[in-house]
């Protein structure tokens, strides 16, 4: 057996175990915060900087936990390479910008994060690049926003915060057949329940400051696809200075040893509180895949056996009620995929920068709240949740 045929949870577990000449092997990476490295002669300092020979010589180009992370990450999305960034917005701008120029096109997802959502909107016209946002669950919609001048279809395999799952395998098949790339931020779902590039995905994103790492304490994004792509990204992420720092690096190596333990009671707990959610008279609607009510129902059965992994939202009568009564409990956190479960108001947070008009059309509503639902003792959770709504309600 090759270590090419282990779970996930193993590959995880040992992310960063590297065989050493040493006698003797520290059993966890060790934090090399060195901003520079010195080379014996001029041959050995080409050889790294052309690439020829693996090896650290700069901060800014990668350090050398930052590559462990990087040969990580390509494993477990199953991709060629990968590219660590200091932000999931900075891998992403690294992504598109390393196969887009000028005149070019993009088709995107409308309910794509709200921050993607502004840099494709606002940012990348004023690079002369474009960009048309359809429903990616519409398929023909897709297919007619394609332009010969498209180069790149951007989509999250699992929406934030409506939980919409696109059919990335249809959308890989129809980019491809126009001569563009599939580009899929896996961020909500992370590759120990979802890995796009086995579905057809030529580019797939994360913020690492999520499920990755998973305790609120680390930051940076990744891109992972083929040699070739991650080279070009590389190149742009480095001129525009977007290094990942090796301590972040060295903290997503520690999260990762437990993704796959953790995304399984992620699944677990949040489809028990959707399900809760989902037949009380408080809440108006639940958006969450495991729910026989969700649009996309059986093809996120179909994508995602192993689950769906800790995020659903709710529109629930008097929201503001709601928080009020978990306050000291379900912490009000503008972020997600942390082990303890949080509350998140998309309308004022992640989707602010979209138009009101926009938000609305997309069901983001003031009463939607997001739940990134932890691994908490599933009773526990469940108490409190149905104790904050009686609150509400009476």
């Known amino acids: 057996m090759t270590p090419a045929d282990y779970d996930l949870t193993t590959l995880a577990a040992r992310a960063g175990e590297e065989a050493r000449p040493n006698a003797s092997v520290p059993l966890a990476e060790p ?14 300092l080409e050889r790294s900087m052309t690439g020829e020979e693996a090896s650290s010589f700069y901060y800014r180009n990668g350090t050398p936990n930052a590559g462990t992370l990087e040969r990580v990450l390509a494993t477990l999305e ?4 990968a590219l660590v960034a200091g932000s999931g917005m900075a891998a992403i701008s690294a992504a598109l910008l390393g196969v887009l120029k000028s005149g070019d096109h993009i088709v995107a997802d409308a309910r ?36 010969p001048e498209t180069r790149v279809l951007h989509v999250e395999s699992l929406t934030n915060p409506l939980m919409t799952v696109p059919d990335v395998p249809r959308l890989a098949d129809l980019a491809h057949a126009r001569g563009a790339l599939l580009s899929v931020d896996n961020t909500f779902a992370s590759p120990a329940v979802f890995r796009p590039a086995t579905h057809g995905a030529d580019l797939v994103t994360h913020s690492v400051s999520k499920y990755l790492s998973g305790h609120s304490n680390a930051f940076g994004g990744v891109v992972c696809g083929t040699t070739d792509l991650i080279a070009s990204a ?39 509180v959707a399900d809760v959610l989902a037949n009380h008279p ?26 769906f992994g800790g995020m659903l939202s709710a529109d629930i009568e008097d929201a503001p009620a709601f928080v009020r009564a978990l306050a ?9 995929a942390d082990v303890v479960t949080t509350l998140s108001w998309p309308w004022g947070t992640s989707h602010r920068a979209l138009p009101e008009a926009e938000r609305r059309r997309l069901g983001i509503t003031p009463n939607l709240l997001r739940l990134s639902v932890g691994i908490e003792d599933i009773g526990d959770l469940l108490t409190e949740i149905e104790g904050a709504l009686e609150v509400g309600r009476a």
């Not at 606002?122 to 897709?142: M, N, Q, Y």
């Not at 958006?287 to 649009?295: C, D, E, V």
Request: charged share 20%; proline share 5%.
């Open 31 to 44: 934090i090399y915060q060195s901003t520079v490295y010195a080379f014996p002669d001029l041959d050995a």
């Open 78 to 81: 199953g991709t060629e390479a």
């Open 112 to 147: 794509v994060y709200g921050v993607t959502y502004a840099l494709l909107a606002e940012e990348l016209p004023r690079l002369g690049i474009t960009t048309s946002f359809v429903d990616a669950c519409d398929l023909g919609a897709v297919e007619a926003a394609f332009r």
């Open 234 to 272: 590389r190149t742009r992420l480095t001129r525009l200075g977007g290094t990942m720092s090796a301590f972040d690096a060295w903290m997503t190596l520690q999260g990762l040893k437990t993704l796959g333990l953790r995304m399984r009671a992620h699944s677990g707990n949040a489809q028990a």
């Open 282 to 307: 408080r809440v108006r609607a639940v958006y969450h895949p495991g729910l026989s009510s969700h649009p996309q129902f059986e093809r996120a059965q179909e994508l995602f056996p192993n689950g």
């Open 328 to 336: 000291g409990r379900i912490p009000l956190a503008p972020s997600l």
